[in-house]
């Protein structure tokens, strides 16, 4: 059985599980809670860089990041599945998950600034220059939400995880001001069973 090494918390995890789950993987997975933070924490021999997720293997081998794991999901499920062969689709869904992981990747390290620096060291500028990333792309993306494939790819599935932990650590940022974007959410929560399966509490 493979193992994820990750954090209910974590939006790349979160990924990871729906994505297993979507390609009905996740008898064959089994998920572990891992902490980055901590200092003997096997996740720093398992990923040098320390970060979640992390597949571990059947033979012990690990993979990382996220958007490997998926593919090798994606692999082992006979491929195509949620990452599209054709060009058009495929280039078009790894350019979603690009920019959904992009706008994640943002968001965390804005939440980092608050969690990890005392309010005096506190830099704005580096504050704000992530939140433009996030706003430009909420406006991109509310302007044309993307479909939403029967078997959603890989970029709808990073752009409900991104839109789900914006919803856990910002609530009440960007519902109102992006009523597409919600409803596509909404949608998307309907058909992927795995997406409230995989929520936390605030």
């Known amino acids: ?5 990750s954090n209910p918390a974590s939006p790349f995890g979160r990924k990871v599980a729906i994505a297993a789950s979507v390609l009905g993987l996740s008898d ?12 003997e924490e096997p996740l720093r021999k398992q990923n040098p860089v320390g970060k979640i997720p ?22 082992i499920a006979g491929g195509g599945k949620i990452i599209p062969r054709e060009p058009g689709p495929r280039f078009a869904a790894l350019r979603l998950q690009a920019l959904a992981d992009g706008m994640t990747d943002a968001q965390i390290l804005v939440l980092y600034e608050g969690r990890f620096r005392p309010p005096e060291h506190h830099v704005q500028k580096w504050t704000d220059y992530q939140s433009g990333k996030i706003a430009r792309g909420l406006t991109a993306l509310e302007a044309e939400p993307p479909p939403l494939d029967p078997v959603p790819n890989v970029g709808q599935i990073a752009l409900a995880c991104f839109l789900g932990h914006r919803d856990l650590r910002f609530p009440g940022t960007w519902r109102d001001g992006h009523p597409r974007l919600a409803a596509w959410l909404e949608r998307f929560a309907v058909q992927v069973p ?3 399966a995989t929520k936390i509490a605030a």
């Open 54 to 75: 992390v597949l571990v293997l059947e033979d012990g081998a690990t993979l990382f990041d996220s958007r490997v794991i998926v593919e090798y999901f994606d692999y």
């Open 1 to 5: 059985m493979m193992i994820l090494r």
């Open 194 to 196: 795995a997406f409230n």
């Open 28 to 39: 064959n997975l089994k998920i572990e809670t891992a902490d980055p933070n901590a200092p």
